[in-house]
């Protein structure tokens, strides 16, 4: 019973001995994913720096998706990088961060009515870029969560003028921006929830 008893306690005395290492390091890299606006769904990655006690982490975002907003096809794409700054001294807790961002859009426009009254359709791209400014909250340990809120800083235009050409016809037209998610006329907003490992 003793011998029993005392192998317990050695056990508990490991695990706490484990929790309590495992809760002063840094884990240094974190990958992962994230939910939200503009990005819809992105993957992540985050490097904690050891120098000037781990409070710098240097992050990359990317995402690739298809929307449709009526007779508009949207295909996005969304590149993020920065810097967070965790006011913490392990990677984790409350943060902020800043960081560049390019939200990359073809356009294809269908149904456009042309002067001679056919119908065709044409295709433009348009790139966002922004100044982002975020704050964030990221638990600890191998899994983590985060969330993120904030706003990017740019101007968005609001109509396009591109050329389509239909039954050997050109056409030059002006369109308004079809609705993205997060984008207004000053910038666009920021928010979303993330998961991943840390390692």
Request: charged share 15%; net charge negative; glycine share 10%.
């Given at each position: 019973m003793k011998?029993?008893?005392?192998?317990?306690?050695?056990?508990?005395?490991?695990?706490?001995?484990?929790?309590?290492?495992?809760?002063?390091?840094?884990?240094r890299i974190s990958v992962g994913a994230k939910v939200g606006v503009p990005n819809v769904l992105s993957f992540n990655g985050e490097f904690v720096l050891p120098i000037l006690d781990n409070h710098l982490a240097p992050f990359i975002d990317y995402g690739a998706f298809d929307i449709e907003d009526g007779p508009t096809d949207i295909g996005l794409k969304y590149t993020e990088f920065g810097l967070n700054y965790y006011f913490g001294s392990k990677g984790k807790g409350l943060y902020i961060g800043a960081g560049i961002a390019e939200l990359s859009t073809d356009l294809i426009f269908n149904d456009l009515e042309f002067d001679d009254g056919t119908t065709g359709s044409g295709t433009v791209g348009?790139?966002?870029?922004?100044?982002n400014l975020k704050l964030g909250l990221k638990t600890g340990g191998v899994f983590y969560f985060r969330i993120e809120a904030g706003y990017g800083l740019g101007s968005p235009?609001?109509?396009?003028?591109?050329?389509?050409?239909?039954?050997?016809?050109?056409?030059?037209?002006?369109?308004?921006?079809?609705?993205?998610?997060?984008?207004?006329?000053?910038?666009?907003?920021?928010?979303?929830?993330?998961?991943?490992?840390?390692?």
């Open positions: 011998k029993t008893l005392l192998i317990l306690l050695a056990l508990v005395g490991i695990q706490f001995s484990t929790a309590q290492m495992e809760s002063s390091t840094s884990k348009v790139d966002i870029g922004t100044t235009p609001k109509t396009i003028d591109f050329t389509a050409t239909a039954n050997g016809v050109t056409e030059t037209f002006s369109e308004p921006i079809p609705e993205i998610p997060g984008v207004n006329e000053s910038g666009l907003l920021i928010g979303n929830i993330g998961f991943g490992f840390s390692f």
